[in-house]
């Protein structure tokens, strides 16, 4: 059964641990939509910063896909304005190193827009993130 605590806001109880069980709360009136949304915000803060060093690839607002390495995925997406609502602009995560981010540009070198980060979406590339998107259970991209 999952913990539960009472809100500061004293509108009920909070489930802890679980996303799933944080919106249901929420769909029955147990918590506030607003404590949901900061409960999932903060389990998916968790959630990135306990991943460590990783490789990712995110869609930009020109429909670009920019490779990158960081520590601090959580405060990457933020940095590039990518929030809650706009979280399926995160194409790919997978444990990594700057090295593993290098092979990565000079694998589709070929390929970029500007930069050394910045990527044309070709088949090739997103072959590659369906690659790893399949590996984490996500659904794939379409060409």
Known sequence: MPKTSRSSSGRGAHL????????????????????????????IRD????????????????????????????????????????????????????VTEQEILLRFARHVARGKEYFHPTGEIIEFINEHRSRMGVPPLSA
Do not use: W
Request: proline content about 2%.
């Open 47 to 98: 959630a990135a910063s306990a991943m460590g060093s990783v490789v990712y690839a995110i869609k930009t607002a020109d429909d670009l896909i920019k490779f990158g390495y960081t520590t601090n995925l959580f405060g990457r997406l933020a940095h590039y304005g990518i929030g809650i609502k706009d979280a399926r602009r995160l194409l790919m995560v997978k444990a990594g190193t700057p």
């Open 16 to 43: 802890a641990g679980s996303g799933h069980a944080t919106f249901l709360a929420a769909l029955s009136g147990r918590v506030s939509p607003a404590e949901a949304l900061r409960a999932q915000r903060a389990e």
